[in-house]
């Protein structure tokens, strides 16, 4: 199967490490010759097409990673063909929105986590040839609709929030005179720790928590500050941002 990336930017270097670190073949891709392609396929050995019609003839499957804006332009008068899958990782953007004749569209979100293996990829429809490649990336996670891809699209938001508060209490912890690496990992492992006991663990989230926060511990004290600060009411507010945005609202 030859695979093709059209939109060789951040997102797309971040598969495509993860994709080389599960064994695909470099030569076994190819990239568009616009944005960083050329550097990538010269240090990596991919293929360079000559142009977007060349790249999409070479190939099977397609990932399409460009902007948002440049998304419909960007596959508009390509010569797509029967049997072939444009994966699409531009958030916001519906299958609708994609002329690719008679190809089939199927919406992806990744994370720069598919570069270690490790993005809970979301996927719509869960087309089995993309569920196969998107597991040489972590874990697909198959939605039912537009709809729920959408809401479930928030999450990819999240994770660079989530990044943020590892930062913020890395900086707190070196500013009390933790080594700075002994703190960047001691934060960053106790979020995966949390996110473990989560995912990991068939005991209610509620529960999980109550086992924690001891009257009058410390996780209750610091639980108790954050909620006086409008903390979660903030949160669920930044999602409510994200999800307008990315239904144009």
């Known amino acids: 199967m ?13 598969l495509l490490g993860g994709l080389l670190r599960s064994g695909m073949a470099a030569g076994d891709i190819v990239l568009s010759p616009r944005g960083k392609g050329p550097q990538q396929a010269a240090r990596d050995g991919h293929v360079l097409a000559r142009d977007n019609a060349d790249l999409v003839t070479r190939c099977d499957m397609v ?9 419909a332009g960007a596959v508009a008068g390509l010569p797509w063909r029967a049997g072939q899958i444009v994966l699409n990782a531009c958030a916001g953007v519906p299958i609708a929105a994609l002329d690719v004749g008679p190809a089939t569209v199927v919406r992806i979100m990744p994370i720069t986590a598919a ?8 996927v719509y429809p869960p087309e089995p040839r993309a569920l196969d ?3 040489r990336l972590g874990a697909p996670v198959p939605l039912q609709g537009e709809a729920q891809f959408e809401t ?3 999450s990819a938001a999240i994770y660079g929030w989530a990044q943020a508060l590892i ?10 005179g933790l080594d700075p690496e002994t703190a960047r990992q001691l934060v960053a492992r106790t979020f995966v720790a949390a996110g473990r006991m989560i995912a990991e663990k068939d005991v ?12 009058g511990g410390i996780t209750e004290a610091g639980l ?9 009411q903030a949160w669920d507010g930044a999602c409510d941002v994200v999800r307008r945005k990315l239904s144009g609202s």
Not at 64 to 69: F, I, K
Not at 115 to 122: C, H, R, V
């Open 224 to 232: 108790k500050h954050l909620e006086a600060a409008g903390v979660p």
């Open 204 to 215: 209610p989230m509620d529960r999980l928590l109550a086992d924690l926060v001891t009257p």
């Open 2 to 14: 030859q695979l093709g990336v059209i939109g060789v930017g951040h997102l797309a270097g971040a």
């Open 115 to 122: 570069e270690l293996g490790a993005s809970p990829t979301l």
């Open 63 to 71: 990932i399409l990673s460009v902007r948002p804006g440049d998304a």
């Open 167 to 176: 930062r913020g209490a890395t900086d707190w912890s070196e500013a009390q």
């Open 133 to 135: 490649l998107l597991a």
């Open 152 to 154: 479930a699209t928030v």
